[in-house]
Nanobody, 124 residues
Framework: QVQLVESGGGSVQPGGSLRLSCAASGRISRIDDMSWYRQAPGKERALVATITSGGITNYAGSVKDRFTISRDNGKKTAYLQMNSLKPEDAAVYYC??????????????????WGQGTQVTVVP
């Protein structure tokens, strides 16, 4: 079984910073793209940032120059450093990863796994 577990959410004032983490565990052969999405109340889930296994990054325009996605392949963990937070950044943040897992007979299984989400609140 493959799991993604996010941590690091919380409440912060506008202009503050938070660092989210997303740790993958289980029988994993390889992790390709890792991404962060967010969903605010009444809105659709939206892509925030993506990082490839080689470290190439891509950001939504609304967070570019404020957020930084990174990963530690050895720890199977992705991070999202969020600076200069704004009230409109408040949402539940989800981590997702494209994973090549190993099944019970060591067969390869391609998965897109999601974490359970972590709440980010930005209030004065």
């Amino acid at each position: 079984q493959v799991q993604l577990v996010e941590s690091g959410g919380g409440s912060v004032q506008p202009g503050g910073s938070l660092r989210l983490s997303c740790a993958a565990s289980g029988r994993i052969s390889r992790i390709d793209d890792m991404s962060w999405y967010r969903q605010a109340p009444g809105k659709e889930r939206a892509l925030v940032a993506t990082i490839t296994s080689g470290g190439i990054t891509n950001y939504a325009g609304s967070v570019k120059d404020r957020f930084t996605i990174s990963r530690d392949n050895g720890k199977k963990t992705a991070y999202l450093q969020m600076n200069s937070l704004k009230p409109e950044d408040a949402a539940v943040y989800y981590c997702t990863a494209d994973i090549l897992a190993l099944g019970p007979y060591d067969e390869y299984i391609a998965l897109k796994s999601w974490g359970q989400g972590t709440q980010v609140t930005v209030v004065p």
